[in-house]
């Protein structure tokens, strides 16, 4: 079992809708969370982090973390065409150096 | 948030040529950088942790002879692929942390595709 599952989609929504992003992790001892954006052929660029449970609102991004179920989320509201990419959920316990990655959901918005 | 400049962004070599990729960390110190290596639509795969000024440290199946790591300063660590042949084409990317709120938070470079003919 991986640490760390991420739906690989492909998913596909139109303009506008609400995306729902998720992962599970296995390991109770993952404190810090943080979810990724990676358009094609780019490095990925860090979208938000949280270490706590409940929510975190940045502009139409919203991350959740419910540790009791080892479930995290990221929400995207009146989603855009250039919201199109590979979102990776990643994290680490305290302490930690390297992260472990969700293996990516690709997201398409379209028009 | 911090940059990280990653060098070339593309780049084609003969096999069994030697190609060095750079990662700089522009605004700020990185004591700590992390080589990755992706395939097409798959997750980022950890092949190296590299600490300024000691060995770096290899996931476990990563040929260390022929990945090439060196951080000989703050600012700037180097992958060199060796030798290298078609199977080493593939995505390399790396990356650096920086505190923020407890935590080190991962900055990427913009990726280098690899090609090898």
């Known amino acids: 079992q991986k640490e760390v599952e991420q739906d690989p989609g492909p998913l596909s929504v139109p303009e506008g809708a609400i995306v729902s992003l998720n992962c599970t992790y296995s390991n109770s001892a993952f404190q810090y969370f943080m979810w990724y954006r990676q358009y094609s052929r780019k490095g990925p660029e860090l979208l938000m982090y949280?270490?706590?449970?409940g929510n975190k609102e940045d502009g139409r991004f919203t991350a959740q973390v419910d540790k009791s179920s080892k479930y995290i989320s990221l929400f995207i509201r009146d989603s855009q065409p250039s919201d199109s990419a590979t979102y990776l959920c990643a994290m680490n316990p305290p302490g930690a150096q390297k992260l472990v990655f969700g293996q990516g959901t690709r997201l398409t918005i379209n028009p | 948030g911090a940059v990280v400049s990653q060098h070339p962004s593309r780049v084609i070599c003969k096999s069994g040529t030697s190609v060095k990729i750079e990662c700089r960390s522009l605004d700020f110190q990185a004591t700590t950088m992390f080589w990755y290596r992706q395939f097409p639509k798959q997750s980022l795969m950890l092949m190296a942790t590299?600490?300024?000024?000691?060995?770096?440290?290899?996931e476990q199946g990563v040929e260390k002879d022929k990945f090439l790591i060196n951080h000989a300063s703050l600012t700037l660590s180097t992958l060199t692929v060796t030798s290298a042949h078609p199977e080493d084409s593939s995505f390399y990317i790396c990356?650096?942390?920086?505190?923020?709120?407890?935590?080190?938070?991962?900055?990427f470079g913009q990726g280098t595709r690899l090609t090898v003919v």
């Open positions: 590299s600490n300024e000024g000691s060995k770096a440290t290899y």
């Open positions: 990356s650096a942390r920086v505190w923020l709120e407890m935590n080190t938070e991962a900055f």
């Open positions: 949280t270490y706590s449970s």
